[in-house]
């Protein structure tokens, strides 16, 4: 039986605390580290709340979860479920530290299923996430993949599935 184990990865951003906090945690617009998704929660941004990213037309509810820290500026932990695949959640942690004159950003993914789609969905995507934080930090714009991922959004919406619709993912 394969047991559950954690995937971490650190990036230093050279930007304040913050800054890649307050980008991180932003609910009213596309976010183009979480492929274009948009983060929306019951009840504002806050642990014990319940959240969904949801695509930028706001059609199509890509992940759900529960907010299970909310510290700040420095730890934002959530349980993460995506919903095109029926598997147990894990757990998300961004971590932020002041370290070398900016912000060391840590993504740390706990509960994987060694093997899972979700695990490797989660694994590959973590590059990703940090890479166009940086840039969108540092920058004000993110990498040319995050770019790409936000022209794109709209033709991958429409590739949904119907169990995605929002109205079938409340929060």
Not at 32 to 37: K, S
Not at 120 to 129: A, D, L, N, R
Not at 161 to 167: D, E, L, V
Request: positive net charge.
């Amino acid at each position: 039986m394969n047991s559950a184990t954690t995937q971490i990865n650190r990036v230093l951003i050279r930007a304040p605390k913050e800054t890649v906090w307050n980008t991180l945690v932003k609910t009213d617009e596309a976010l183009p580290f979480f492929f274009g998704a948009v983060c929306e929660t019951s009840d504002g941004m806050r642990a014990d709340v319940n959240y969904r990213m949801v695509s930028a037309n706001r059609k199509v509810a890509m992940v759900v979860g529960r907010v299970l820290r909310f510290e700040p500026p420095d730890v934002y932990s959530h349980t993460f479920r995506m919903t095109n695949i029926d598997e147990p959640p894990v757990t998300v942690t961004y971590t932020l530290t002041e370290k070398d004159g900016g912000t060391e950003f840590e993504l740390r993914i706990d509960d994987l299923v060694p093997g899972s789609k979700l695990a490797k969905e989660m694994v590959s995507s973590q590059g990703f996430i940090a890479k166009n934080l940086k840039s969108l930090c540092e920058t004000g714009r993110p990498a040319f993949s995050g770019r790409m991922v936000g022209w794109l959004g709209p033709v991958f919406t429409r590739f949904a599935g119907k169990s995605q619709a929002i109205a079938n993912w409340p929060i």
